[in-house]
């Protein structure tokens, strides 16, 4: 009888590790996941070497938005940017200011030592189903402007949510 038991109570726990498994698989998958930040072009919003959560969920249901800290999957490597322009938008940096259609964007989320390191670009029109993206250490960045081209929606995997690491920068990302 108690070896019935004991039996049992290993079934059960083997059930209930199975099913953690697979709802970690899940979420993983289809919800969240986690990427570490290489290289200084996000500066000073992540430092090399932060690890991130990123939603993958948030584009299964909606669109990339100006401001949104994007996950760009490229074959050889993943790059987090920044969207700046959206699908059928014109772009311009002049004198450092970038303007979109015609307006400044006001980049509240950068210093003016930053706001500085951006040269002047454009104007040029964002193709459909593309995105125009920025790293926030302007000077140094690999992106749209020189290396990484229009990025179609199909390539961005997720927005960056939470830093996780190193514990002392726990904060939201945005």
Known sequence: MAETRQKSEWLEWAKAIFIAIIIALIIRTFFFSTSIVKGDSMLPTLEEGDRIIFNKFVYLIGKPDRGDIVIIERPLKNYVKRVIALPGETIEVKDHVIHINGEIYEQNF???????GT???GPIEIPEDSYFVMGDNRSTSKDSRNGLGFIEEENII??????????NELRVTR
């Open 110 to 116: 950068l210093s003016e030592n930053e706001i500085l």
């Open 119 to 121: 040269g002047n670009f």
């Open 158 to 167: 997720g927005r960056s949510e939470i830093i996780i690491f190193p514990f």
